[in-house]
C-alpha cells in the first residue's frame, strides 16, 4: 500500500478499520446506513433512540467520530448542552472537522449551535469556510470554483498561474445565503487552454486557504490532446475507504466523471438527510483536496435521487419530492448546466475536452415503465442527445448513464438497459443510421469493474466500461459474457485519451483503492468507424 500522510482524521479512521473488523462484520458491511437512521430518528423527535444507538455503537467502536456528531445533536435536542458539547468537543479532538456542526443539517443542530457554550467553542475554531473549494466545469478559457460558507459572506476567487499569486491575477466575486444553503459557484474567464492555475479563496476579505490550491484548464476546444479522465461510482460514505481519494488524486486526472450513487441517501422526502449524506463527504479532507485539484461532473442515479430501482414517472412535478431533490442535488455540485433548468428539471448535459465530447445522462427524472415504448431519458432527454450527438464533431463521443448498457450486467433485472430495449435500440440505430463514429459506453451501478464488448448488426460494436465500487463495502459478482471483471476490492476506471496519435485511441485502466491496475484494454479510433 503506498506511503500516505498521516492525519488526525486518518488515524481515527484506521482505527475504525481495526475495531470494526474485530466487532462484526456485519456493521462495517451497513456503516453508511448507521448514522443515517439516528438523522430520521431526530428528524422524527426520538433523540432518546438515537442516543441509545450511538452510545452502543461507541462501546463496541470508541473511536467512531460520526457517533460523537449525532450524540451531539440528540442531545442539544433534550437540552441537554452540557452533553452535547461533551460529544463536539471529543468528536474535534478525535479529527472530526468542526465545520460538521457549522453546516448543519441546520435546523436539527439549532439548538446546539445557539447554545452559549457552543459559541464560545466556535470562537477557538474559526471556519469560515465549511466545504470546497472544488473544481467544477472547466473550459479551455474559464473554470468554476464551488464553495459552501458557514453564514452570509462575500466569497472571492484569486486566479494566477503564479504559485505566489504575484503574477497577474483574474478574479470572481459572489455572495452566499441562506437561499442556496451557503452555496455558491464562482465563474473565472479569460484563461489560457492546457494551463495549470493557482488559486485562492476569500471569505468576508480574508485569505482562508493555508496555501493556494490547482487546477489545470482543458485543452484547446476541437484541439487533438493527451489526457487522463477518472469515473465510477458507488460511492458510500466508508471511513476505512475514504484515502480512495488519495489513490485517484495521485493519478492526476484532468476530470472526473461521478455516475451515480455518489452519495447513498435513500431519502427523497427528507431533506435533512439529503444534506447530511452530502456534508458528510464534503468534509472529509481526502475529497476535500482531491476535489480542490480535478474538475468534477456529476449526474445522479436511484440512490441519490429517490429510493433503489426507482422509477420516479414521466411527470415534473410528480411525485412532488422530485424538483426539490433536483434543486439541492444542483447546489452541490458545479455542473455547466441541469438538463433544461428550471423549466425541464434534469442532470444532462454535454461538455468537451479537447476533441473528446462527454454527453451525461439523466437516466432517472423522467423514468417510466408505462409509456409505450418505455423510456429511462423521457421524450426531452432523449431528444437532446439526438440533437447534440448530431451536432458533435469530437474524435471520441461518451455516453455517460448510470446503469449499465449491456444486457448481461445485472441478469433479470429491468432497472438497467435491458428494461428498457427499445429505447436503447433506439439510440444505437440511431448512431449508425447518422455514421457517428468514436463513440463509447460508460456506466456504474454494479459494485465492480467491467469491460463488455455489445455486438450490432448495423454499425462497429460498442465497448461499455462500468465501474461502480469507488468506496462501497457491499460487491456485485461477475457476470459471465464481460470481457473483464473486478470486484476484489474498491476500484476506479481510468481513461487515457490520445488523440495526437494518427489512429487515435483511448486506454480503459481498472484501478484499485491501493493504486494497483488491475487490467488495461485500448481501442483504436478505426475500431468505432462505420464502414463506408
Not at 443515517?36 to 461507541?58: P, R, S, T
Request: proline content about 6%.
Amino acid at each position: 500500500m503506498k506511503r500516505r500522510v498521516i492525519t488526525a482524521a486518518w488515524r481515527a479512521g484506521l482505527a475504525l478499520v481495526l475495531v470494526v473488523a474485530l466487532a462484526s462484520a456485519g456493521a462495517a458491511a451497513e456503516y453508511k446506513r448507521h448514522h443515517q437512521d439516528q438523522i430520521k430518528n431526530l428528524v422524527a423527535g426520538k433523540a432518546d433512540a438515537a442516543i441509545k444507538f450511538c452510545q452502543g455503537f461507541l462501546e463496541k467502536n470508541p473511536d467512531d467520530l460520526e457517533s460523537h456528531f449525532i450524540l451531539a445533536m440528540a442531545y442539544a435536542q433534550g437540552g441537554d448542552i452540557a452533553r452535547a458539547m461533551a460529544h463536539v468537543e471529543k468528536g474535534v479532538a478525535g479529527g472530526l472537522d468542526f465545520g460538521r456542526f457549522l453546516a448543519g443539517p441546520r435546523d436539527l443542530l439549532a439548538p446546539l449551535t445557539g447554545s452559549e457554550a457552543f459559541q464560545a467553542f466556535a470562537k477557538k475554531h474559526p471556519t469560515p469556510l465549511v466545504h470546497g473549494p472544488m473544481v467544477g466545469h472547466v473550459t479551455d478559457s474559464s473554470a468554476r470554483i464551488w464553495v459552501r460558507t458557514a453564514a452570509e459572506a462575500a466569497v472571492q476567487v484569486r486566479v494566477s498561474q503564479s504559485p505566489r499569486m504575484d503574477g497577474p491575477v483574474r478574479s470572481a466575486e459572489v455572495k452566499t445565503g441562506a437561499e442556496g444553503d451557503f452555496a455558491a459557484v464562482l465563474v473565472i474567464e479569460g484563461l489560457e487552454p492546457d494551463t495549470l492555475y493557482h488559486y485562492d479563496v476569500g471569505v468576508g476579505g480574508k485569505r482562508v486557504l493555508s496555501k493556494p490550491a490547482a487546477f489545470r484548464t482543458f485543452p484547446k476546444a476541437g484541439a487533438a490532446a493527451k489526457f487522463d479522465i477518472i469515473f465510477g461510482g458507488g460511492a458510500g460514505f466508508t471511513p476505512q475507504h475514504e484515502h480512495m481519494w488519495n489513490t485517484v488524486a495521485s493519478r492526476r486526472p484532468l476530470a472526473m466523471l461521478w455516475l451515480g450513487d455518489n452519495v447513498y441517501i435513500d431519502a427523497p422526502t427528507m431533506p435533512e438527510m439529503q444534506r447530511y449524506c452530502y456534508y458528510r463527504r464534503q468534509s472529509r479532507p481526502e475529497y476535500r483536496r482531491y476535489v480542490a485539484s480535478t474538475a468534477n461532473y456529476a449526474i445522479y442515479d436511484d440512490h441519490d435521487f429517490g429510493l433503489n430501482d426507482c422509477i420516479p414517472g414521466p411527470d415534473i412535478d410528480d411525485p412532488p419530492w422530485k424538483r426539490p431533490v433536483w434543486r439541492l442535488f444542483k447546489e452541490n455540485w458545479a455542473n455547466p448546466s441541469y438538463g433544461g433548468g428550471e423549466k425541464q428539471p434534469g442532470c444532462w448535459y454535454a461538455f468537451s475536452i479537447g476533441d473528446v465530447d462527454v454527453f451525461m445522462l439523466d437516466c432517472r427524472y423522467y423514468r417510466t415503465l408505462k409509456s409505450t415504448p418505455p423510456t429511462m431519458l423521457g421524450p426531452v432527454g432523449k431528444a437532446w442527445l439526438k440533437e447534440a450527438l448530431k451536432a458533435s464533431k469530437g474524435t471520441f463521443r461518451i455516453l455517460a448513464s448510470s446503469v449499465p448498457w449491456a444486457y448481461g450486467a445485472k441478469p433479470g433485472s429491468k432497472d438497467p438497459w435491458q428494461g428498457y430495449k427499445e429505447e436503447r435500440e433506439e439510440i444505437f440505430s440511431f448512431l449508425a443510421e447518422n455514421k457517428i463514429g468514436g463513440v463509447l459506453l460508460i456506466s456504474a451501478d454494479r459494485h465492480r469493474s467491467d469491460l463488455w464488448k455489445i455486438e450490432r448488426p448495423d454499425g462497429y460494436a460498442l465497448y461499455e466500461f462500468e465501474s461502480s465500487r469507488l468506496t462501497n463495502i457491499h460487491t456485485h459478482g461477475i457476470m459471465k459474457g464481460c470481457l473483464y471483471g473486478y470486484n476484489k476490492t474498491c476500484s476506479f476506471g481510468l481513461l487515457g485519451f490520445d488523440t495526437t496519435k494518427k489512429d487515435p485511441e483511448v486506454t480503459y485502466r481498472i484501478g484499485t483503492i491501493d493504486n494497483e491496475i488491475v487490467h488495461t484494454f485500448t481501442l483504436k479510433k478505426s475500431q468505432l468507424t462505420h464502414a463506408p
